[in-house]
């Protein structure tokens, strides 16, 4: 039976997901300026190929919306389930809230995460006050207030963390590079107002293939879907007419909600004029402990 939506074709192949940690944290600010480039700071450059984390914005809030009353965001950090994933996530969650977050004038850090399992904020953030920092409770929460030269920075003691799911993609075979950016930017606006995910790349150009001929630097460009490679190589699978392939990457909480966020990238770009195909990555099923078959997806939600 041939797959489509909306009239474009979708093939029948599926995404690898794998296990992931997060933590979920909410970042608020006096103004709104602030709270952005606390939150989209954060959480930039995903690296969890080199051993260190990828993160997002899942979702602005209101003042109403925040234990103190300020504009808030929402935001997730994520590092690969490992046997020493618990000390990776602790310096990379002290990284980024110290020079993503902390920097940046009247934010504050609170917990978002609904989980039993917690690391301990003073332990990696709170001794930015190099002693001179001390707990209260506020809002309803224990924190710790950091003395800074621009005032104080606090953050909520107890950060928690626990286990999702990371790497689900969806892939927009498009006929030009305006287009695949229409597709891609349709996709992440739709996710914008979405609980419990994010897309770490937000329109992600370059995928990637898990073979390479230069293992030190990582992860190297998926050669069999650069449209540029079309008449170079002899085994493209890029099709007659398709000029770009934006990749949208999601983690989220449950797989359920990545397979939810998936159709809803795929739901949006498949109006989009240009876009001839949609797809997803997956290496073989050799990587990722969990297979999201784009079938079962149009099945459980296309209705």
Not at 15 to 27: K, T
Not at 34 to 39: C, F, N, Q, V
Not at 45 to 55: A, R
Request: glycine share 10%.
């Amino acid at each position: 039976m041939r797959l489509e939506l909306n009239g474009v074709p979708v093939e029948d192949t599926y995404c690898e997901a794998f296990d992931g940690i997060y933590s979920r944290i909410l970042i608020t600010a006096k103004h709104m300026w602030l709270l952005k480039r606390a939150a989209y700071g954060s959480t930039a450059l995903p690296s969890t190929v080199f051993g260190e984390s990828e993160g997002g914005v899942e979702r602005f809030l209101s003042p109403e919306e925040t234990p103190d009353g300020r504009v808030g965001a929402v935001a997730q950090i994520w590092v690969a389930k490992s046997k020493n994933f618990e000390s990776i996530l602790m310096r990379e969650m002290g990284k980024r809230i110290r020079q993503g977050i902390l920097v940046v004038p009247t934010t504050r850090v609170f917990n978002a995460t609904e989980s039993k399992t917690k690391f301990d904020a003073e332990l990696n953030v709170g001794r930015c006050g190099d002693g001179y920092e001390w707990e209260e409770e506020l809002w309803g929460r224990k924190v710790i207030r950091v003395p800074i030269m621009f005032g104080e920075f606090i953050i909520e003691r107890y950060i928690g963390y626990a286990e999702g799911v990371a790497g689900g993609n969806v892939w927009f075979f498009c006929e030009s590079e305006e287009s695949a950016l229409e597709a891609g930017e349709a996709s992440v606006e739709a996710l914008k107002n979405m609980e419990n995910v994010i897309t770490s790349f937000d329109i992600c150009s370059a995928g990637s293939k898990p073979e390479t001929k230069y293992p030190e630097i990582g992860p190297t460009t998926n050669h069999y879907y650069c449209p540029t490679l079309k008449n170079k190589i002899p085994d493209s699978k890029v099709p007659e007419g398709v000029k770009s392939i934006p990749e949208i990457v999601i983690n989220g909480i449950s797989i359920q909600d990545v397979e939810k966020a998936m159709y809803v990238c795929m739901e949006v770009a498949s109006r989009i004029d240009g876009v001839v195909k949609i797809s997803t990555g997956n290496y073989g099923g050799k990587l990722g402990q969990h297979k999201i078959y784009l079938k079962d997806i149009l099945e459980k939600f296309g209705k």
